[in-house]
T-cell receptor, first 121, second 118 residues
């Protein structure tokens, strides 16, 4: 079946412009995550959606960052007034359900999309 | 304090040999999960193996095994019979039971770059 897809794969923008990044999760996955990966670094959590619950925005680095998700479908991450330090790969992940860690399973596995490489000039 | 520590920025291993990638973690939760992901140069994150904190046996998935030492809070990845295609970045990650607003996000280490030598 289809995996997590993201678009665009690459985005080059000028400082001060707004950008929108899109994520299509795996069908049936209720949980959706956005992460940021700076060059040579691990992934940093940005925001999480679970069904129709209020999102967990605790990882967003500033109020220039926002994200939306309609139901259990597509999500859009928006960065306003981009800065050079926003340059990174933005990864989206989805999982079947976010819940208490279970035993003897990878039930909690998050499936990642290919990412969007954002370059702010 | 870092929640996930990977002390080896880079590792080299001879093809067909085994290699251990280190990971230590820090949590006060009793229930948590530990993951290893592989990231080739193409950039995708590939899930390798998972260990639940209550799992009594070490997880294994083909050539991958996780050496889980709960008291030491370590979850080292062992790759047996290394192949050239194993050359990649490897990330250790943790999912805690009830972090923050309950989002169960993964917390990642900084990664280890593994290079397999022919």
């Amino acid at each position: 079946g289809a995996g997590v897809s993201q678009s665009p794969s690459n985005k080059v923008t000028e400082k001060g412009k707004d950008v929108e990044l899109r994520c299509d999760p795996i069908s049936g996955h209720t949980a959706l995550y956005w992460y940021r990966q700076r060059l040579g670094q691990g992934l940093e959590f940005l925001i999480y959606f679970q069904g129709n619950s209020a999102p967990d925005k605790s990882g967003l680095p500033s109020d220039r960052f926002s994200a939306e998700r309609t139901g259990e479908s597509v999500s859009t991450l928006t960065i306003q007034r981009t800065q050079q330090e926003d340059s990174a790969v933005y990864l989206c992940a989805s999982s079947r359900k976010a819940g208490r860690v279970t035993h003897f399973s990878s039930y909690n596995e998050q499936f990642f999309g290919p990412g969007t490489r954002l370059t702010v000039l | 304090a870092q929640k996930i520590t990977q002390t080896q920025p880079g590792m080299f291993v001879q093809e067909k040999e085994a290699v251990t990638l280190d990971c230590t973690y820090d949590t006060s939760d009793q229930s948590y999960g530990l993951f290893w992901y592989k990231q080739p140069s193409s950039g995708e994150m590939i899930f390798l193996i998972y260990q639940g904190s209550y799992d009594e046996q070490n997880a294994t998935e083909g050539r991958y095994s996780l050496n889980f030492q709960k008291a030491r809070k370590s979850a080292n990845l062992v790759i047996s019979a290394s192949q050239l295609g194993d050359s990649a970045m490897y990330f250790c990650a943790m999912r805690e039971c009830c972090s923050g607003a309950g989002s169960y996000q993964l917390t990642f280490g900084k990664g280890t770059k593994l290079s397999v030598i022919p």
